[in-house]
């Protein structure tokens, strides 16, 4: 069943849009399953989750954080993590640096943007990112890539909110992208859609879809 949603779900996405399965909560069976039929980006959300699941599953598999990251937990993630979703300020950034140069590493990041109109989200807002990269400061590190944004529109089923709340993302990263990444090459991800909004969200622009329940069935809390 798993392999089934897998190949449907990838076989209808547009040339540069990626899957994420969000295997969050999910056995380590599951992911093995999704693993052979083809699936290699998977994503979580606790670091001691993703932890274990590293260690008892393949090497070539592209782990992506994605829920809210502490900083004391950083070192932990950062010697395999590929992408790390939700970085929500500057000091979780610099933090990210910190770590991937004791390990040699560089890591690829995405800020975190609040779209919703929810105060249980985290991320910054449009001003303090623009704040942030004006300031300049993010420039010196040495040992994170800014490869572009992630939001997540707000819980509701009027999808005329939710895909204005992505098209102010996708307008926003223009914005940024043209701004202070013009020519960074690494900056080009958008990060915005779950299983049920995705397909709003790749029609504004997303790059990288965070789907989980479609593929693996509710959450084993």
Known sequence: MIAQ???????EL??????????????VEAIA??????????GESRVQELQAKHEQLPKDIEWHFIGHLQTNKVKYIVPYVSLIHGIDSFRLLT????????VGRSVGCLLQMHIAREETKFGFSFDECREMLQAGEWSKLQHVRLCGLMGMATNTDNMQQVEEEFRSLAAFFREVKAGWFASDEDFREL????????????????TLIRVGTYIFGERNY
């Open 95 to 102: 933090e990210v640096d910190k770590q991937a140069e004791r």
């Open 14 to 27: 547009p040339e540069g849009v990626r899957l994420v399965a969000v295997s969050k909560f999910h056995p």
């Open 5 to 11: 949603r897998i190949h449907t779900l990838t076989s």
């Open 191 to 206: 990060s915005m859609g779950m299983t049920h909004d995705y397909p709003q969200a790749i029609a504004a622009g997303s």
């Open 33 to 42: 399953e999704a693993y052979a039929a083809g699936q290699r980006i998977f």
